[in-house]
């Protein structure tokens, strides 16, 4: 059971790491998916860095209290992105 958490774990860190690459490395066609969902390019590098924060927060696991807000945190971004479309 064990492994299966740190799986679940491992891929949700690497997507939410996959999403921070996109962001930084392809600014110019995040910006236009942003701009065309009527969300404003100025969150973008906000959201990188909590992306990150979240990662670190969930692989250190010294804090339960900041590894739960970090999984909540992940919820409502992909809740979010979902109810954007």
Not at 46 to 62: D, Q
């Amino acid at each position: 059971m064990k492994y299966l958490y740190w799986i679940a774990t491992g891929l949700l860190c690497a997507l939410m790491l996959w999403s921070v690459s996109m962001y930084l490395l392809q600014y110019d066609m995040i910006t236009g998916f942003f701009k065309s969902l009527g969300f404003p390019t100025w969150i973008i590098y906000p959201l990188a860095v909590f992306k990150i924060a979240g990662v670190a927060m969930i692989l250190w696991r010294g804090n339960r209290w900041l590894t739960e807000w970090a999984y909540a945190g992940f919820f409502f971004d992909m809740l979010l992105a979902m109810g954007a479309q």
